[in-house]
């Protein structure tokens, strides 16, 4: 929060001229000096309020807050949008406990607390929501890893409408809709806290989800973000994927959850930052989302113990020191010499493979951190266009 202040010396010359019956008098007052310090205060004192996070985070907060001004409205809760791997569980934890709702009891989110060796803290997203989004991608012969960019929300509002089944993964038919209303009732149900969902796939199903929510269910959006290196590394540590594809999942992902966002007030959150400052980032966001219209929060919510509990550093994946690098230097860019080409050093090409892909990702994390790619008029397909195989790997 940073304080602009405005002074202001007036010179005022005043003349006085007292008579009386012993004649007259005349004096004259030069030059007063006045401080105006309470017409400062009232009429030019202004308060500029950014996001201090780091080197691109106060052009980003003043790119957000001016998308946000002609959106403010009410929001019956949020949607966490970001790429698997980004820190999505981490800050829907943190959201969970500053105000908002995200189950009625433990069994209802996927993974509690020490169930999974890769996110021992539990994923903090909901079973039913988890399984619906799989359920739209599988109608559509897509999954979280392939082929999300030909997904389209307009095929699944019409099959639902239809009341479509489909063949799941051992060849069994399945309502389309199967776990749908489980979740429309949850999230329907009258409640002080605001609702918070999240799951990686809703960057790609967003659109059928806030079509059928509604004006009464909307939610606003926060959008996490994460180096797409450290991302990359995670998902090979993870799922054994190769770097590039890994890579341009990330600038898949991202690419979806902006253009998911469009119309939708949206807050930004870098892991970085979230790590860095947790308590400060975390009221920075709540702060936000209440400025946008989601009621009964704020950054009052916020409980440093509850926030240092949650926080375990020890479950952070492959961070690395780099942030927003592009060019040659770098950490990121040794890693991709040094790795790639001891884990396949019969194949240089595929090495080599690689750097486009790094630096498309890095310029879109970049720019995501700016609030460059916030903009409407971002070109994601002439950044697409420098890697023409990118849908093939998406």
Same mark, same amino acid.
Not at 30 to 56: D, K, M, N, Y
Not at 106 to 128: C, I, M, V
């Given at each position: 929060?940073?304080?602009?202040?405005?002074?202001?010396?007036?010179?005022?010359?005043?003349?006085?001229?007292?008579?009386?019956?012993?004649?007259?008098?005349?004096?004259?007052?030069?030059?007063?000096?006045?401080?105006?310090?309470?017409?400062?205060?009232?009429?030019?004192?202004?308060?500029?309020?950014?996001?201090?996070?780091?080197?691109?985070?106060?052009?980003?907060?003043?790119?957000?807050?001016?998308?946000?001004?002609?959106?403010?409205?009410?929001?019956?809760?949020?949607?966490?949008?970001?790429?698997?791997?980004?820190?999505?569980?981490?800050?829907?934890?943190?959201?969970?406990?500053?105000?908002?709702?995200?189950? =009625?009891?433990?069994?209802?989110?996927?993974?509690?607390?020490?169930?999974?060796?890769?996110?021992?803290?539990?994923?903090?997203?909901?079973?039913?929501? #988890?399984?619906?989004?799989?359920?739209?991608?599988?109608?559509?012969?897509?999954?979280?890893?392939?082929?999300?960019?030909?997904?389209?929300?307009?095929?699944?509002?019409?099959?639902?409408?239809?009341?479509?089944?489909?063949?799941?993964?051992?060849?069994?038919?399945?309502?389309?809709?199967?776990?749908?209303?489980?979740?429309?009732?949850?999230?329907?149900?009258?409640?002080?806290?605001?609702?918070?969902?999240?799951?990686?796939?809703?960057?790609?199903?967003?659109?059928? @989800?806030?079509?059928?929510?509604?004006?009464?269910?909307?939610?606003?959006?926060?959008?996490?973000?994460?180096?797409?290196?450290?991302?990359?590394?995670?998902?090979?540590?993870?799922?054994?994927?190769?770097?590039?594809?890994?890579?341009?999942?990330?600038?898949?992902?991202?690419?979806?959850?902006?253009?998911?966002?469009?119309?939708?007030?949206?807050?930004?959150?870098? /892991?970085?930052?979230?790590?860095?400052?947790?308590?400060?980032?975390?009221?920075?966001?709540?702060?936000?989302?209440?400025?946008?219209?989601?009621? /009964?929060?704020?950054?009052?919510?916020?409980?440093?113990?509850?926030?240092?509990?949650?926080?375990?550093?020890?479950? #952070?994946?492959?961070?690395?020191?780099?942030?927003?690098?592009?060019?040659?230097?770098?950490?990121?860019?040794?890693?991709? /010499? /040094? @790795? =790639?080409?001891?884990?396949?050093?019969?194949?240089?090409?595929?090495?080599?493979?690689?750097?486009?892909?790094?630096?498309?990702?890095?310029?879109?994390?970049?720019?995501?951190?700016?609030?460059?790619? #916030?903009?409407?008029?971002?070109?994601?397909?002439?950044?697409?266009?420098?890697?023409? =195989?990118?849908? =093939?790997?998406?």
């Amino acid at each position: 929060r940073v304080r602009v202040r405005v002074r202001v010396r007036v010179r005022v010359r005043v003349r006085v001229r007292v008579t009386g019956g012993c004649g007259a008098m005349a004096f004259r007052v030069r030059e007063i000096r006045v401080l105006v310090a309470l017409l400062v205060a009232v009429f030019f004192s202004a308060t500029l309020v950014l996001h201090s996070g780091g080197p691109h985070h106060g052009e980003a907060s003043a790119a957000h807050r001016a998308f946000r001004a002609d959106m403010r409205s009410s929001y019956a809760g949020v949607m966490v949008l970001g790429m698997h791997r980004s820190g999505t569980s981490l800050l829907t934890g943190l959201l969970s406990r500053s105000g908002f709702w995200a189950a =009625d009891h433990p069994g209802e989110l996927l993974g509690s607390e020490g169930a999974h060796n890769d996110n021992r803290k539990g994923f903090y997203e909901r079973n039913d929501l #988890l399984h619906q989004n799989d359920f739209f991608l599988k109608h559509q012969n897509a999954d979280w890893t392939r082929f999300t960019w030909r997904f389209d929300p307009k095929e699944t509002l019409a099959a639902l409408s239809r009341g479509d089944t489909f063949l799941d993964w051992w060849q069994k038919e399945r309502n389309l809709w199967e776990e749908g209303e489980s979740l429309m009732a949850a999230v329907s149900k009258e409640r002080l806290k605001p609702y918070v969902l999240k799951d990686p796939r809703l960057c790609i199903t967003a659109p059928v @989800w806030l079509e059928l929510f509604g004006e009464k269910l909307k939610p606003a959006m926060v959008l996490a973000t994460r180096s797409p290196l450290e991302v990359a590394r995670s998902l090979n540590k993870r799922d054994n994927f190769p770097t590039r594809r890994g890579l341009l999942l990330w600038v898949q992902y991202n690419r979806l959850a902006v253009q998911s966002s469009k119309g939708h007030c949206t807050v930004t959150v870098d /892991n970085r930052e979230l790590l860095a400052a947790p308590v400060e980032e975390l009221r920075r966001v709540l702060y936000e989302l209440r400025d946008c219209g989601v009621k /009964n929060i704020g950054p009052e919510m916020v409980d440093e113990a509850e926030v240092a509990e949650w926080i375990d550093m020890t479950l #952070l994946h492959d961070h690395q020191e780099d942030g927003c690098i592009t060019g040659p230097a770098g950490e990121g860019r040794n890693y991709l /010499n /040094n @790795w =790639d080409s001891v884990r396949n050093p019969e194949n240089p090409a595929e090495v080599m493979s690689v750097e486009p892909a790094y630096d498309l990702a890095m310029t879109v994390y970049c720019d995501l951190l700016s609030g460059r790619a #916030l903009d409407d008029k971002y070109d994601w397909e002439g950044l697409f266009s420098k890697i023409p =195989d990118i849908v =093939d790997k998406t």
